[in-house]
Each structure stands twice: as structure tokens, then as C-alpha cells.
């Protein structure tokens, strides 16, 4: 079975441009997570995604958006990118938005601004 | 405001010994802790977790223990093996979130021959 996967792998992009990363989740499951993973910093929840909808958001600017798709896979678009944009983008997803399980994470999409 | 804290950004320790990784968190509404293995240009593997209702898990060599009056969490891992070595991030999350979780810094593990 397939795990999370994400991409690109890798991508470069200059100050004031926009950037997409992808997202598909284990099959099967329904809700997908964004994290954001700076340089010697933890993961901070970005945005959560279930059935489609946006449920919860962390406290990141609306530049940073995103959607989910009708197979459940997933976007993260990142406007007028700044340079501490700069990071590891990690995806996430789990079986369903209720109860306690463990999130399964991708690779990650490492995001460079120039 | 950071919810979930690990203090110590590193630790060493010798194969076969006890590897002991803290953290401490604020929030009295998490109710679901897990812990996290991260290798460079990877993303984290899940390894154990514990409910808010039990003070101890234990899954082969790695055992958790909550302390909830303290709001600590550890992790044990014995005996510890070079493998071992990697970044190791505790999470937190509350009962109507999903699986949104709140993660602590890490801390680096090195296990040493």
C-alpha cells in the first residue's frame, strides 16, 4: 500500500512568486494536514483539510491557502513568497477527522526562496 | 506560545544503555500524546503514543509514561541502538482536532557505538 506522497521533491523559487505543492494521502483516508518545518524549528500545523473542506488553519498568514480534491488528495499554494518562506513542507493524512489516531506523514516538499 | 516544549535540543548516549527524552506541555485540553522519529529528508514515523487515561505504554523497546499533574511526558528507549540515532518529536493533540497535532522542537538523539 501506498504511504503519503508529495511533490516536487525539491523547488526553487524567487521572492514575490507563487508556489504549489501536492499532496495524495494513504487511500482511504479523508483528511490531510500541512505542516511547516523552518530550519531548527518543529513542525507547526498549517492547515487541515477533511471531506473537502478547510476545518482548522494555524496562525499563518491567508497567503498560505490551500484545498482539497474530490479523491481527497490536496494543494498548498503559497503566495508573494517571502524568503523565510523557506522550509520543509511536510503532508500529512489520517482514516477520518474523528477521534484519536496517528497521522502518516510524506517525504515533505523542500521549498527554497531566492 | 509554545504549547509542547522539549528542553533539550540533543542527547548522547552509549549502545545498550537507556535513552530518556522529555517533554513538557501547557495545554490542559490535550488529551492524546504521541511521539515521532524524523531522519534528515524524511518525514516522521510514527512510533508510540498514550492516551490522556493511562500514565504508561509500552511497545517493545520504546515505553511512554504521562504524568499529567506534571504535564511531562518521556519517552524510554532500551536498551538503545545505533539506529537509533535520529530527531525525536513529541506531539499533543485534543479531542476534537483530528489528527491536528502540536509538535515540540525535537531533540537529536545520537546513539554512539
Known amino acids: 500500500e501506498a504511504g503519503v506522497t508529495q511533490s516536487p521533491t525539491h523547488l526553487i523559487k524567487t521572492r514575490g512568486q507563487q508556489a504549489t505543492l501536492r499532496c495524495s494521502p494513504i487511500s482511504g483516508h479523508t483528511s490531510v494536514y500541512w505542516y511547516q518545518q523552518a530550519l531548527g524549528l518543529g513542525l507547526q500545523f498549517l492547515l487541515w483539510y477533511d471531506e473537502g473542506e478547510e476545518r482548522n488553519r494555524g496562525n499563518f498568514p491567508p497567503r498560505f491557502s490551500g484545498r482539497q480534491f474530490p479523491n481527497y488528495s490536496s494543494e498548498l499554494n503559497v503566495n508573494a513568497l517571502e524568503l523565510e518562506d523557506s522550509a520543509l513542507y511536510l503532508c500529512?493524512?489520517?482514516?477520518?477527522?474523528?477521534?484519536?489516531?496517528?497521522?502518516?506523514f510524506g517525504q515533505g516538499t523542500r521549498l527554497t526562496v531566492v | 506560545d509554545q504549547q509542547v516544549k522539549q528542553n533539550s535540543p540533543s542527547l548522547s548516549v552509549q549502545e545498550g544503555r537507556i535513552s530518556i527524552l522529555n517533554c513538557d506541555y501547557t495545554n490542559s485540553m490535550f488529551d492524546y500524546f504521541l511521539w515521532y522519529k524524523k531522519y534528515p529528508a524524511e518525514g516522521p514515523t510514527f512510533l508510540i503514543s498514550i492516551s490522556s487515561i493511562k500514565d504508561k505504554n509500552e511497545d517493545g523497546r520504546f515505553t511512554v509514561f504521562l504524568n499529567k499533574s506534571a504535564k511531562h511526558l518521556s519517552l524510554h528507549i532500551v536498551p538503545s541502538q545505533p539506529g537509533d540515532s535520529a530527531v525525536y518529536f513529541c506531539?499533543?493533540?485534543?479531542?476534537?482536532?483530528?489528527?491536528?497535532?502540536?509538535f515540540g522542537q525535537g531533540t537529536e538523539l545520537s546513539v554512539k557505538p
Open positions: 500529512a493524512s489520517t482514516p477520518s477527522a474523528g477521534g484519536h489516531t496517528e497521522a502518516f
Open positions: 506531539a499533543a493533540s485534543e479531542g476534537n482536532q483530528g489528527g491536528k497535532l502540536i
